[in-house]
């Protein structure tokens, strides 16, 4: 059993094609079906179905070990680097665009300030990648809007947020400083795409109310959201944390009545991958900078 044949297990496991696995992982797809035969011929048993490809029940029970056993090989990487290295613990977080601009502020005066010997790579992903990233070992940690049910993970909430209502300056609900939720309905809104996990939270939230705003244009960060608000293109819901009160000042926040809500940002790591010393340490320091109560 070697590294590159658990890679490859991975990859058509995660696409359920061999030749997409061998796109992905720039081989041939005869090296792919080759390096799975062998995997499989080594365990005694077929980790796959052929036709069509799908996980065979000792696929599945090989999983999660398949991803622990790569996790481990990339910690150690890691720690050998770092042991011949002079350069500061580093660390990698993947975030969700939104959770990003929420935790980067606090999370890098710490680091910067406190403890300049843990230095911290922050990557913004899709919450997919981020998982994905968790599981392979790419990633040490994630921070994303709302909680997670990967068997494979384990999730530690940072805080709370809720959403707020934005409006340019020159929009007639700018004169105003409370707003009903109710009548939002049909009014048309600058909106996050579907896939993102605080548009979903905000489906979600609306829907129990019965609303339903007219979504006129989707836009794939918060950041690009705000923008468009800026320039006049519309209103829009967005995570509270997410609006800086110094930066954002060009943009009206209109409080809603009849929306009491909150989602939680969870800091996520996987269950079942050894913790070295010095990452249990960044675990613990970030949950202990954030407070968990309700921010306005």
Known sequence: MHINQLITFLEVAKTNRFREAARRLNLTQPAVSAQIRSLEESLGTLLFHRQPVSLTSAGHAFLP??????ALAETGKRAVRDSQSSLPLSITVGASSGAALTVLPRLSRYFNGVRSDIRVSVHTLPVVEIVDGLHSGRLDAGIVYGSQTDPDLVSQVLMYDHFILI???SHPL????????????????ISLTPENPERQWLDWLLSVKKIHPETVIELSSVE???RAVR???G?????RLSRDDEMDRDLHRVRLSGFNHQFPIVLLRPNDRHLSPDLLRFLEDTCGIYSPEWED
Do not use: D, N, S, Y
Request: hydrophobic share 45%.
């Open 167 to 169: 409006t340019p300056k």
């Open 65 to 70: 070990h398949a991803r622990q056993i790569l």
């Open 231 to 233: 320039f006049g293109l």
């Open 174 to 189: 700018a004169q105003r400083e409370h707003l009903p939720v109710a009548e939002l309905t049909g009014m048309p809104m």
């Open 224 to 226: 690009e959201v705000k």
């Open 235 to 239: 209103i829009a819901l967005i995570p």
